[in-house]
C-alpha cells in the first residue's frame, strides 16, 4: 500500500509500477552522477590548462608543440616569453561547394585568420600587476 498524496488515500500499486518507479530514480540519480562528474572534470581541465597556460610561448592546444623545436626553431618564441610578450595565430578555413542545383553552381574557400597577443607588462617594463591583452581577427572570402 502507497499512500496516494493527492487524495489522501491509500492505494495498491503493483510490483512492476515499484520496479518503473526504482528505475526511474536510479536513472535520475545515474543523471545527476554525470552532470556532477563532466562538471568536475571542466573545472580540472580549465585548471591545467591554466597552469601549463603558454608554456615557452605557446598556448595551450597549439600544433606547435607537436612539431620539431615546438614550432620554434630559433628560440625567438622562448625568448620572447621570457621578457613578457606571447603570440598565437589561428587560422580556421573551409571549402563549399554546389555542384548541382542551386541558382548558380561553384565553390568557395573562406576562413577565418585571428591573432592573440599577450604581453605582461610587469616582466616587459616593471609596471607591477599590469598586463596587456588583444584578440584580433580578419574573415576572407565571405562567398559574396
Not at 568557395?108 to 604581453?119: H, I, M, P, W
Request: charged letters at 20%.
Amino acid at each position: 500500500m502507497i499512500l496516494c498524496p493527492r487524495a489522501g488515500r491509500r492505494e495498491s500499486r503493483g510490483p512492476i509500477s515499484l520496479v518503473a518507479d526504482t528505475l526511474s530514480q536510479v536513472r535520475l540519480a545515474i543523471l545527476i552522477a554525470t552532470a556532477l562528474a563532466a562538471c568536475a572534470q571542466t573545472a580540472l581541465a580549465q585548471e591545467e590548462e591554466r597552469e601549463g597556460e603558454w608554456k615557452n610561448g605557446i598556448p595551450p592546444g597549439s600544433i606547435a608543440s607537436s612539431l620539431p623545436n615546438n614550432g620554434d626553431p630559433g628560440g625567438m618564441r622562448k625568448w620572447l616569453s621570457e621578457r613578457g610578450l606571447t603570440y598565437s595565430f589561428v587560422l580556421t578555413s573551409e571549402g563549399h561547394a554546389d555542384v548541382t542545383g542551386g541558382l548558380r553552381q561553384g565553390a568557395v574557400f573562406q576562413g577565418k585568420l585571428e591573432t592573440v597577443v599577450r604581453a605582461d607588462l610587469e616582466k616587459m617594463f616593471g609596471l607591477k600587476g599590469l598586463s596587456f591583452f588583444t584578440n584580433s581577427f580578419v574573415i576572407h572570402n565571405t562567398g559574396g
